[in-house]
Structure formats: C-alpha cells, structure tokens
Nanobody, 124 residues
C-alpha cells in the first residue's frame, strides 16, 4: 500500500497561485501513475490532472487546463500541482491518488490509493 500525504492548501484571493504537494511512501513511486482530484461539498470527485510514471505525459480537466500544471519528482517521491489564476470555483478539497496500472486515468474509481486531502479556498 502506498501512503499519500497532501500539503500546500490554504485560503487565497482570486487570481493568486498555490502549489500543492503530495508525498508518497511505502511503495515504488516511480512505478505509479498519479493524479489530482477535487471535491466540493455535495459534488462528486472531479478529475483535475494526471501524470504518467515517468512524467512524460500529463492530462487535465477542462476547467483547469491552461491554469494548472501537474508534475512529479520521482527521486523525492513527490507529486505537485501548480495552480495559477485561481478562481472561487476552484474551492475544494484536493486529493492525490495513485494507480499501479499501465496508464494514467481520469476516472477516480481506477485509482487504488488516496491521500486525506488538503483544503483550497479561493475568495472573490
């Protein structure tokens, strides 16, 4: 089992930037496809971004494409999400997730390991 711990959330104003981190332990990080999801109260988990094992390919949800960047540092066992031009509608709990299968995915049910989440609140 992989243990995932997110950090970097907080309260910011619209237009600001934040960088989330997700530190992994207990598994071979470089063998995992990774992703970020988010959840607003009353909503389903929404796909934010995903990245393949070696960082060679990344994928983004429509609502964040062009503003958010996913990256990873395999020697540091850490996943990142750089969030720029934040909007109030980006307010959510952000989760990182891991998947052992061959490909990255946008469906949350295909991810087997999840962190506890970090709250991001964007004020208008």
């Amino acid at each position: 089992q992989v243990y995932l711990v997110e950090s970097g959330g907080g309260l910011v104003q619209a237009g600001a930037s934040l960088r989330l981190s997700c530190e992994a332990s207990g598994g071979a990080f470089s063998t995992l496809n990774m992703a970020w999801f988010r959840r607003n109260p009353g909503n389903e988990r929404e796909f934010v971004a995903a990245i393949t094992r070696n960082g060679g390919n990344s994928y983004y949800g429509d609502s964040v494409r062009g503003r958010f960047t996913i990256s990873r540092d395999n020697p540091k066992n850490t996943l990142y999400l750089q969030m720029n031009s934040l909007k109030p509608e980006d307010t959510a709990v952000y989760y990182c997730a891991a998947r052992r299968s061959a490909n990255a995915a946008v469906t949350p049910d295909l991810y087997t390991d999840w962190g506890q989440g970090t709250q991001v609140t964007v004020s208008s």
